[in-house]
């Protein structure tokens, strides 16, 4: 028995070890394309004129194709696409294994953002990084201090108001793509809007684009399962008058 519980002993504190490892991979790789991007701390600084360096960041990883940031979170990543879904949930953005994966686009999307919805995926660690301050969303006073996502791509920058989140599962008619026409999307606008956690008046027009940013939820306890927390927001480029 004493040589049992030895064991044991031995390989939780291994288990301990590598998820000690492999968090501190991802902190100090995060951080190193934060070295790049170089945001300002104030998000609402960001106007057209900022320019994130992407080639610099596409010699990191040719799969990065944007970067999203949201105030009051600490979500500020490189969004990358890859050939599927399932590489990027235990790939980082340098390639390497890791349980907390990336933040990465479907691999449908186009890397452009003119889809009439984008989608953009990302794990909810338990220890608090990636889309796991999603969440927060959840309380109608924070979100009244943080109604943005600010997106930079080598195109341009897009301050992006939020028009929905709420609680779902997977498969659900939230994830259904290929929208191409208003009559249809604009369908699909009015049931994000009516399952929203509380109301929102951001009105959207025929032409607009919307990102939806999908995570897991634990809301019903620790174990995996089909339980999601999902965001949209509103597509919409930072003007001129924006600056300050």
């Not at 934060?34 to 004129?49: Q, Y």
């Amino acid at each position: 028995m004493l040589v049992a519980a030895l064991g044991v002993f031995v390989f939780s504190g291994y288990q301990l070890y590598r998820i000690y490892v492999a968090n501190h991979e991802e902190k100090q790789e995060v951080k190193s394309l934060d070295d790049i991007a170089k945001l300002p701390k104030d998000l609402e600084k960001i106007d057209e004129n900022f320019k994130i360096d992407f080639k610099k960041l596409q010699k990191v990883n040719p799969d990065i194709k944007a970067w999203i940031a949201i105030p009051g979170t600490n979500i500020s990543y490189a969004v990358v696409q890859g050939k599927d879904n399932e590489y990027y949930l235990n790939h980082t953005y340098k390639k390497a294994e890791n349980y907390a994966g990336a933040i990465f686009l479907d691999y449908r999307a186009n890397p452009d953002f003119q889809d009439l919805n984008t989608f953009i995926y990302g794990h909810n660690v338990k220890h608090g990084t990636m889309f796991a301050e999603l969440e927060k969303f959840k309380k109608e006073d924070f979100y009244k201090k943080h109604r943005y996502v600010y997106l930079m791509t080598s195109e341009g920058n897009y301050k992006c108001p939020i028009i929905s989140m709420y609680s779902t599962v997977d498969g659900s008619d939230t994830y259904i793509m290929g929208y191409t026409s208003w009559t249809s999307f604009s369908s699909y606008i009015d049931m994000i809007k009516q399952n929203a956690d509380f109301k929102i008046d951001v009105p959207v027009q025929e032409g607009d684009k919307i990102i939806t940013l999908s995570t897991c939820s634990y809301e019903d306890g620790p174990d995996i399962s089909d339980k999601r927390y999902v965001l949209h927001a509103l597509i919409q480029k930072v003007e001129a008058k924006e600056q300050s």
